[in-house]
């Protein structure tokens, strides 16, 4: 959920008896600082602190150039010059720094997206006590994470939104939905296993603990909270037709993330083989998407949703996490 | 189910309290009557039969004459000769024919594939009081079968085995997973909803229930059932580890459906924009399967399954009829 939540949101999770989720990524260390501060302001609770763990990429000053040029034509209609190349990323992997920040406040739980950090920054996290969570797309995902000493395990079916989390092979066709997935993962780990995607409602929660989870991950039920940083754009859309046509697209970050179709989706995409290495895509749109936004319009905006939005509701996350476990 | 079932398992299932189902999809007139003797032969049973209804394609000769030509190198390895294009499609739409045969046996249960006949054929069925379903990959083809009069309606998931019903876009990324497309078409829609795609077990029943289905249809489960017309080479790679590697290919009919990936799939797909439409494709496959076969090889066998193969077992299809519901 980088990029549409702080520590807000999670705090509002974790008061409700869930475990609140501060994703990482996108923050830079003053940032995540001042979130990690918030998130644990008056003790230690249970809340779980999320990061990326890519290895970065070799510049490909060429293919950054072209994928610029492939978007001159947006950059000449909104009269903006055009990005220069190699800036920073935008997100970050889990590093040294990451961890100089959270360290202090010990949180007690720290989960991984894209696979794991180095044995270094995995044993310097076990060090103040926390449990580690990593998701898993494919069986064969969950049995290198158990493998490699994670405490749970999160099913990621192929119906959750923003980025797939695979780390083994990028062959999407290895992919499957969550009533596929998690039994299957269920029946290959010992560990606990996570259910994420397409969980929007109680009912949902229910089935999937019936397939076997020991808990869940909700992430679009929660984008119209009002504790959520969910951009108007973004909500409009959630809450329009729109919103019911998702894909897999990689022209946002160069990686494949399932959001609601839009313009630079249909234009660029939805997986476009020019897009460079993740994070890097994301330079070339943000000018656009600054833009755009600005003018009410969510065409450059990755709107991530998983594929089933019906749970999402305009109500404090609280109550929406009571709702979520009421069956259980 | 077509071209790996007949009545046999039909009746295992019916005879265990569930509804079987006979596909006639592929079964030629006098096969279809032999089949629906069989299936009726001591009375009115609980029993379906499922038919296609696709629109029979204009026959594009220079199409496939090129794809007959991309298949070349294999049929001069095998030592075949092309096969001729234009023959007859193995797969033929629902017609006035085929009501000739089940008639005077009035199935009580009639489903169809992409959509529904026509109105006169629709009428047909219903005289003689047939139950109508048919299957829905969006929401929107849940709305749009229901005001067309179905009964029930399949939510089938995107993990399903075989063909994708889709009938009102052609567009794969409108489809979701089980876990988000039943749901929300139990929401969307009054009639009852069978859940179908990813439901390999007594777990995955529960689940279906809680998610609002009011029934499941399962398939790839009962592939290796000893009343299931499964070939070898299906059987083997069902308890192989290539079953864990499912993808949505058209090389084998020239329409999207999941099957094990093999390596007709692999070479030619497993999306080939060069494949004839529906069922078109299939005839130039056909030699180059025959003779694989003939050598123990499935590399150009449709091998349909779903995304979860846990829950094929060699057992009775009636043992498995009653273990996929003693939780419910």
Redesign the interface.
Known sequence: MAGVQLSGLALAVTRAGGLGSLPAAMLAPQSLQAEVAKLFADGRKPVNVNFFCHEPPAVDREREVRWVQSLQAYYDAFGLIAPAVGGPAARQPFSDSHADVIEPYAPPVVSFHFGLPRDALMRRVRSWGARILSSAT???EARWLEEHGVDAIIAQ???AGGHRGHFLSDDL??Q??????L??IV?AVKVPVIAA?????A??V???M???ASAVQVGTAYLLCPEAETTAVHRAALQGPAA?????TNVFSGRPARGI?NRAMRDLG?LSPHAPAFPLAANAIAPLRKHAEAMGSGDFTPMWA???T?GCREVPAGELTRELVRLI
Do not use: K, R, Y
């Open positions: 494919t069986v064969a079916g192929l119906e066709s290895l499957s939905g969550t009533f596929a997935l039994p299957q029946a995607g397409g969980i929007a409602d009912h949902g229910w089935a999937a019936a397939l076997g019911s046509h998702t894909a897999l179709v939805p998983g594929q089933n019906s």
